[in-house]
């Protein structure tokens, strides 16, 4: 039996080699300072929390972490465009990004734009190309779940919100959050289910909604206590950006301590959606782990 | 019986209805300054080839222009999104599309980079709510060849050799065209078929590609000729534009009358490749009439 961060660490190997493939020369047409920027915004970044995501849950509604690598790596493709379009100049100008310069510092404007559309499309490339002919349903399932979680209904719709710099309340910010974040990991989620099922479910996908929800908004409490607690050392950014770019932050409507415990009954509230179910260890620990995180 | 001009007028209107439904406010989450500019960037826009492509494509292959409505949207937003991001200072940095202020002269580039990209997302949507579940084997195809077609396979591809600017000789220019104009082309073609028929065809999936590809490049070579040749007032935007930005144009390998030849030559070829097929008039009258046009 592995523990959560032994299969943290295992799912991150296993998309990484799934990503990989799916970014290497082989699939993509030639090779250019467009495709390397793709692969320098993609591979050997971060937590990969969405692909593990779609990784367990698929592994708990009865698949196998093979059946999932396709979504997985679409899930942190359309992350990794997210995030070189929003260190973009015109949007947060981040010339850092996991401790190492962010795609248009390495790459310059125009390939680190190109990078992310391509990104973009190839995401739906991974969910478009998975399996046989059998998997076409849970195949359109995912773009549909993708395709509104990612765009003017989600996440594009959260970005703008968060460049509208006019957040009055902590509801509003909830909303941002739910948007610019919950939003993805709702796809992350939903695509895991379908990739083991291949059907609607109202009811399941309602769990999963409210799962991804929580687990977002947490996230983004999280992040924004650790931006003022934690080191550059250990974040791998600088320390106290947010204050800095004049960003909203929950710390405006609550305390640390109103913060936290939020965050906490967010987290628990995830960890209790799916304790009835089989093989549903990882999906109920990773709430209270993303809680505790350092980074 | 309609005019080839007729059945362009009348399927330009018909999607701009179907664009409005898909762009308007009960689809789109919340009104914001990216809606607004993803309903500027696509909305009363250009000759909606690709989507009469679709749409042609589609009633020759036995279905009705409804049934194609979805995936002609789809094409138009992913052409309008990649002619917002063209547009932007640190690709081609064009003030105008259209005889209008280009989208970011508009809108500032934060919401026209944001706007492209919730326009490409939302195509793919377009797509995977199309119809009921039947047309989820049409969906799932179609969802294969946009994000081949629009992608690091495709489009932004041939974006990222653009930007380059190391064109060596026709053949290159030709491997360009093929994949930043062609390449969408061949979507709106595929997905007409698709719409239709919603299995796959390896013939005639090879025929609609060979369609595209010379469409495509003969369009290109009349853009070029158009550049010189005509009156900003007829094109909408400065004549000489590729002269003063350094574009390289057919013109740098072929004389004006070879490169009119040229386009006539793959012109007549693509009218010919369904000159046997029932309901294809407006398929073999478009090449001829892209040709001679005058802007």
């Known amino acids: 039996m592995k523990t959560l961060e032994q299969r943290l660490t295992w799912c991150a ?21 467009m495709t390397q920027a793709m ?3 993609v591979l050997r970044g971060g937590k990969r929390i969405r692909a ?7 592994c708990m509604f009865g698949g196998i972490p093979e059946d999932a690598a396709d979504y ?12 070189v379009h929003d260190d973009l100049p015109c949007m947060d100008n981040d010339d850092m990004r996991r401790g190492r310069p962010s795609c248009h510092k390495k790459f310059g404007e125009t390939v680190a734009l190109l990078a992310g559309d391509a990104l973009l499309t190839q995401a739906f490339y ?7 002919k059998e998997s076409y349903n849970a195949n359109s399932l995912a773009v549909q779940a993708l395709s509104r979680c990612a765009g003017a209904l989600g996440m594009c719709a959260g970005q703008q919100m968060d460049l509208a710099k006019d957040i009055q309340d902590y509801d509003a910010l909830k909303m941002l959050h739910r948007l610019k974040t ?10 895991g289910y379908y990739a083991a099922k291949g059907i609607p479910n109202p009811d ?33 950014k600088p320390v106290g950006s947010d204050v800095k770019n004049g960003k909203c932050t929950v710390l405006k409507f609550l305390s640390q301590e109103e913060a936290f415990e939020e965050a906490r009954r967010l987290s628990q509230e995830s960890s209790a959606l799916f304790a ?8 109920c620990q990773l709430p209270m782990y993303l809680l505790n995180r350092k980074k």
Chains 1, 2 share one sequence.
Do not use: W
Request: overall charge negative; hydrophobic content about 45%.
């Open 13 to 33: 190997s296993f998309v990484e080699e799934a990503l990989e493939r799916q970014l290497s020369a082989n699939i993509l047409l030639m090779e250019s300072p």
């Open 39 to 41: 692969r320098y915004a």
């Open 52 to 58: 593990f995501l779609t990784i367990e849950f698929c």
């Open 72 to 83: 997985a790596c679409a899930m942190e493709m359309v992350h990794g465009y997210s995030l």
């Open 126 to 132: 991974c969910i478009g190309n998975h399996g046989t």
């Open 182 to 191: 919950s939003a993805l990991m709702e796809a992350a989620c939903l695509l």
């Open 204 to 236: 399941t996908e309602k769990k999963l909604e409210i799962y991804a929800q929580n687990v977002g908004l947490a996230f983004q409490i999280v992040d924004d206590l650790l931006d003022v607690n934690s080191t550059a050392e250990e974040l791998g």
């Open 276 to 283: 009835g179910y089989e093989n549903s260890d990882s999906i």
